[in-house]
C-alpha cells in the first residue's frame, strides 16, 4: 500500500505507443484532500438552524457528500498525476483518459490513466537515402507561352467606332428593364452591365438577341427562364427585358515588342523581358524541384521506418485542419452543408494527417540522432525573414510572436527543416526528366 502521501505507479504496455498506469494516493494524502474540501466547504456554507462556518462535518457529510467526492477525485488526480508520470518516465503526447472510483476517507484512493507516448522510432541509415529532383528547364515553347499570357494580361477593352454592330467577342454596356406579365421583378434590372457576347453567362437566348445591334439602341429582348432556373418564381416564365446598349468595346491585344516591354516595367526592351520571365521561371521551378526532392526523401526515409503513430496526435491534427476550414467557411455556407462537408473531409483528411504526424515523428527522431539545435540567432533571423515577407516591422512581429507563445512551434519548424536539409544533403539523388 502507498504510504501517507504518497503516489505509487504500475506501469504496463497496452502498445507501443499507449501506456496504462495503475496509480495509487496514500490515504494520507486522501484524509488531507478531504478535510481540506469539508474545511473550505464549512466557511461558505448554509445550512438552516447553524450559522455560517460552524456546520459540523457529519451534517456537511449528509447534504453534501457525494458532490465533495467528485471533487476530490479531480483534486487527487490533478495532484498526482504529475508524479505518476514522472515516475513512470513517460512523455505523454495527448491528454490521458482517466477512470477511477469513488475517493473515501482513511483508505488509498487508486485510479488508471492511459496515455499515448511518442513512439521509440529505430531510424534507417541515414545517408544515401534514395531520392528525386525534377529537371530545371524552361523550354523556348513554354517561355512563350508565359509571354503570351503576359501580352493577354496587358489586353485593353476600346470602344468601336460608331455603327458598328456588336459582334460574338465584343464587350457590351448595357441597361436593362424586365417585366414577367408586365410587371419587373426583383433581379431583372440593371444598370452599366457588362455583357461579353457568347460567353453564354446571361439567360440562354438573350445574347443572341443583342448581335447586330448598334451604340445607343434600344432592345426588346424576349426569352424564357430555364424550367431548373435557380429562382423557383422565374422558372419556365416568358420575359421581356427592355434594353439600352449603351457601348461597344473590342479586346485589343498589344503586340509582344519593345513598345510592350517597356510598358511592363524598367525593360530596355523584348530581350530584357524574356530573360527576366525565364529567370522568374527559373526560380519558380527550382523551388517547385527542391520541394520534390524533399518529398521524395521523406518518402524514402518513411519506407524504410515502421513504428506506430498515436491515434491522439493524428486526431489533434485532423480538428485543426477542420477547425480553420470552419472559421473560413462559415460565413459563406449554409450551417447544415458545411457540417456535411467537414463530416466528408473528416475521412478524406485523415489519410494526409497521419503521414503530416508520421513526418514529423521522424524529423523529430532525425533531430535527436543529429543533435540538431536552434540557436537565438537563428529564431531572430527567421523571425525578421517572416516579417519581411508580411511587409510587418520585425520588432511588432517578434513581440507578437512571443506574447503569443509561438516560439516553440517556430523552433520546433527550423529544427525540422535544418532535418530535412540534412537528409537531402546526404540523399542519393537522381535527376528525373519532369519539369
Same mark, same amino acid.
Given at each position: 500500500?502507498?504510504?501517507?502521501?504518497?503516489?505509487?505507479?504500475?506501469?504496463?504496455?497496452?502498445?507501443?505507443?499507449?501506456?496504462?498506469?495503475?496509480?495509487?494516493?496514500?490515504?494520507?494524502?486522501?484524509?488531507?484532500?478531504?478535510?481540506?474540501?469539508?474545511?473550505?466547504?464549512?466557511?461558505?456554507?448554509?445550512?438552516?438552524?447553524?450559522?455560517?462556518?460552524?456546520?459540523?462535518?457529519?451534517?456537511?457529510?449528509?447534504?453534501?457528500?457525494?458532490?465533495?467526492?467528485?471533487?476530490?477525485?479531480?483534486?487527487?488526480?490533478?495532484?498526482?498525476?504529475?508524479?505518476?508520470?514522472?515516475?513512470?518516465?513517460?512523455?505523454?503526447?495527448?491528454?490521458?483518459?482517466?477512470?477511477?472510483?469513488?475517493?473515501?476517507?482513511?483508505?488509498?484512493?487508486?485510479?488508471?490513466?492511459?496515455?499515448?507516448?511518442?513512439?521509440?522510432?529505430?531510424?534507417?541509415?541515414?545517408?544515401?537515402?534514395?531520392?528525386?529532383?525534377?529537371?530545371?528547364?524552361?523550354?523556348?515553347?513554354?517561355?512563350? @507561352?508565359?509571354?503570351? =499570357?503576359?501580352?493577354?494580361?496587358? /489586353?485593353?477593352?476600346?470602344?468601336?467606332?460608331? !455603327?458598328? &454592330? %456588336?459582334?460574338?467577342?465584343?464587350?457590351?454596356?448595357?441597361?436593362?428593364?424586365?417585366?414577367?406579365?408586365?410587371?419587373?421583378?426583383?433581379?431583372?434590372?440593371?444598370?452599366?452591365?457588362?455583357?461579353?457576347?457568347?460567353?453564354?453567362?446571361?439567360?440562354?437566348?438573350?445574347?443572341?438577341?443583342?448581335?447586330?445591334?448598334?451604340?445607343?439602341?434600344?432592345?426588346?429582348?424576349?426569352?424564357?427562364?430555364?424550367?431548373?432556373?435557380?429562382?423557383?418564381?422565374?422558372?419556365?416564365?416568358?420575359?421581356?427585358?427592355?434594353?439600352?446598349?449603351?457601348?461597344?468595346?473590342?479586346?485589343?491585344?498589344?503586340?509582344?515588342?519593345?513598345?510592350?516591354?517597356?510598358?511592363?516595367?524598367?525593360?530596355?526592351?523584348?530581350?530584357?523581358?524574356?530573360?527576366?520571365?525565364?529567370?522568374?521561371?527559373?526560380?519558380?521551378?527550382?523551388?517547385?524541384? @527542391?520541394?520534390?526532392? =524533399?518529398?521524395?526523401?521523406?518518402? /524514402?526515409?518513411?519506407?524504410?521506418?515502421?513504428? !506506430?503513430? &498515436? %491515434?491522439?496526435?493524428?486526431?489533434?491534427?485532423?480538428?485543426?485542419?477542420?477547425?480553420?476550414?470552419?472559421?473560413?467557411?462559415?460565413?459563406?455556407?449554409?450551417?447544415?452543408?458545411?457540417?456535411?462537408?467537414?463530416?466528408?473531409?473528416?475521412?478524406?483528411?485523415?489519410?494526409?494527417?497521419?503521414?503530416?504526424?508520421?513526418?514529423?515523428?521522424?524529423?523529430?527522431?532525425?533531430?535527436?540522432?543529429?543533435?540538431?539545435?536552434?540557436?537565438?540567432?537563428?529564431?531572430?533571423?527567421?523571425?525578421?525573414?517572416?516579417?519581411?515577407?508580411?511587409?510587418?516591422?520585425?520588432?511588432?512581429?517578434?513581440?507578437?510572436?512571443?506574447?503569443?507563445?509561438?516560439?516553440?512551434?517556430?523552433?520546433?519548424?527550423?529544427?525540422?527543416?535544418?532535418?530535412?536539409?540534412?537528409?537531402?544533403?546526404?540523399?542519393?539523388?537522381?535527376?528525373?526528366?519532369?519539369?
Amino acid at each position: 500500500m502507498a504510504e501517507q502521501g504518497a503516489v505509487r505507479v504500475t506501469t504496463s504496455e497496452e502498445s507501443p505507443v499507449v501506456r496504462r498506469l495503475e496509480v495509487e494516493v496514500g490515504k494520507g494524502r486522501v484524509n488531507k484532500a478531504f478535510e481540506r474540501a469539508y474545511r473550505d466547504l464549512a466557511k461558505r456554507a448554509q445550512v438552516k438552524g447553524f450559522r455560517k462556518g460552524k456546520v459540523p462535518r457529519a451534517v456537511l457529510e449528509k447534504m453534501f457528500g457525494p458532490q465533495v467526492r467528485e471533487e476530490i477525485e479531480r483534486l487527487l488526480v490533478t495532484e498526482s498525476l504529475g508524479e505518476a508520470v514522472e515516475q513512470a518516465e513517460i512523455r505523454p503526447v495527448t491528454e490521458p483518459s482517466i477512470e477511477g472510483g469513488t475517493p473515501e476517507p482513511d483508505a488509498a484512493y487508486t485510479y488508471t490513466a492511459v496515455i499515448e507516448v511518442k513512439p521509440a522510432i529505430e531510424l534507417p541509415e541515414l545517408t544515401g537515402l534514395p531520392a528525386q529532383k525534377p529537371a530545371v528547364e524552361v523550354p523556348d515553347q513554354e517561355l512563350l @507561352e508565359q509571354l503570351e =499570357r503576359i501580352r493577354e494580361g496587358q /489586353a485593353q477593352l476600346v470602344e468601336e467606332p460608331e !455603327d458598328t &454592330p %456588336a459582334a460574338e467577342g465584343h464587350h457590351l454596356k448595357i441597361d436593362f428593364v424586365g417585366r414577367i406579365d408586365g410587371e419587373t421583378f426583383e433581379g431583372g434590372t440593371g444598370s452599366d452591365v457588362e455583357v461579353e457576347l457568347g460567353t453564354g453567362r446571361f439567360i440562354p437566348g438573350f445574347e443572341e438577341q443583342l448581335v447586330g445591334a448598334k451604340a445607343g439602341e434600344d432592345v426588346e429582348i424576349r426569352v424564357t427562364f430555364p424550367e431548373d432556373y435557380g429562382a423557383a418564381e422565374l422558372a419556365g416564365k416568358e420575359a421581356v427585358f427592355a434594353t439600352h446598349l449603351a457601348a461597344i468595346r473590342r479586346r485589343e491585344v498589344p503586340e509582344l515588342d519593345d513598345e510592350l516591354a517597356k510598358d511592363l516595367g524598367d525593360f530596355e526592351d523584348l530581350d530584357a523581358l524574356r530573360a527576366k520571365v525565364r529567370e522568374d521561371m527559373s526560380a519558380q521551378r527550382e523551388n517547385a524541384a @527542391e520541394a520534390a526532392l =524533399r518529398q521524395s526523401v521523406l518518402d /524514402a526515409l518513411i519506407e524504410r521506418t515502421e513504428f !506506430d503513430v &498515436p %491515434a491522439g496526435l493524428i486526431e489533434r491534427r485532423l480538428e485543426g485542419q477542420l477547425q480553420r476550414a470552419h472559421r473560413e467557411l462559415e460565413s459563406s455556407v449554409p450551417h447544415d452543408q458545411l457540417h456535411q462537408q467537414l463530416d466528408a473531409w473528416r475521412e478524406q483528411w485523415r489519410p494526409r494527417a497521419e503521414r503530416d504526424v508520421r513526418e514529423a515523428l521522424l524529423l523529430e527522431a532525425v533531430s535527436d540522432a543529429r543533435e540538431i539545435e536552434v540557436s537565438e540567432e537563428e529564431l531572430e533571423a527567421k523571425m525578421e525573414e517572416m516579417a519581411e515577407a508580411q511587409g510587418i516591422d520585425p520588432q511588432r512581429w517578434k513581440q507578437a510572436y512571443r506574447q503569443g507563445e509561438l516560439v516553440e512551434a517556430l523552433r520546433v519548424q527550423i529544427k525540422d527543416e535544418k532535418a530535412l536539409a540534412f537528409l537531402c544533403s546526404e540523399a542519393k539523388i537522381a535527376e528525373t526528366s519532369d519539369t
